[in-house]
T-cell receptor
Framework: QKEVEQNSGPLSVPEGAIASLNCTYSDRGSQSFFWYRQYSGKSPELIMFIYSNGDKEDGRFTAQLNKASQYVSLLIRDSQPSDSATYLCAVNNDMRFGAGTRLTVKP | NAGVTQTPKFRILKIGQSMTLQCTQD?????MYWYRQDPGMGLKLIYY???????DKGEVPNGYNVSRSTTEDFPLRLELAAPSQTSVYFC?????????????FGPGTRLTVL
């Protein structure tokens, strides 16, 4: 059974702090990894994707991938209250999503 | 562009009834998907399509059927609705012709089966 696991939430951080969201996957052959943000009652929207080992930065967001450890993470620097949402990790070989981690950024 | 549109937004069904959830995209994407999302859970893939006339099962296909007669439309059919099918249903589309396989999601249909 192929699985995508995310760190259980909810996660609460103060405004301006770094939020760290983690995801592990079981299919060693997975090639592409996506992070989606989902506000309450809304549909998911893509934040970042990563294919290669290492870090990928986009503004305040950094995705980290370690294929040997089957681990992908998302760091949000200078967290803002508007970042409060559920973050979904997706492994795109067979479109599997994790259960999501709910993040709350407190002013 | 309207992107991905879904109808209806909300629906209440009685056990045993049937219905079709509509999904249309105007981005000329070849790939389309149907997911369900139960409360506090991630998305589970029901069916997907790689192009008109081609569909395949996802992780949770039982109790559902799909068809893809055009590039734009990908309806999801529920036969003999059951309480276990109470969920939010999202349709998505993507183009794998270039760049990352970003999925664009519709606004969702909230279905309750009583």
């Amino acid at each position: 059974q192929k699985e995508v696991e995310q760190n259980s939430g909810p996660l609460s951080v103060p405004e301006g702090a770094i939020a760290s969201l983690n995801c592990t996957y079981s299919d060693r052959g997975s090639q592409s990894f996506f992070w989606y943000r989902q506000y309450s009652g809304k549909s998911p929207e893509l934040i970042m994707f990563i294919y290669s080992n290492g870090d990928k930065e986009d503004g305040r967001f950094t995705a980290q991938l370690n294929k040997a450890s089957q681990y992908v993470s998302l760091l949000i620097r200078d967290s803002q209250p508007s970042d409060s949402a559920t973050y979904l990790c997706a492994v795109n070989n067979d479109m599997r999503f994790g259960a999501g981690t709910r993040l709350t950024v407190k002013p | 562009n309207a992107g991905v549109t879904q109808t209806p937004k909300f629906r209440i069904l009685k056990i045993g009834q049937s219905m079709t959830l509509q999904c249309t995209q105007d981005m000329n994407h070849n790939y389309m998907y149907w997911y369900r999302q139960d409360p506090g859970m991630g998305l589970k893939l029901i069916y997907y399509s790689v192009g008109a006339g081609i569909t395949d099962k996802g992780e949770v296909p039982n109790g559902y059927n799909v068809s893809r007669s055009t590039t734009e439309d990908f309806p999801l059919r529920l036969e003999l609705a059951a309480p276990s099918q109470t969920s939010v249903y999202f349709c998505a589309s993507s183009s794998r012709d270039r760049g990352p396989d970003e999925q664009f999601f519709g606004p969702g249909t909230r279905l309750t089966v009583l």
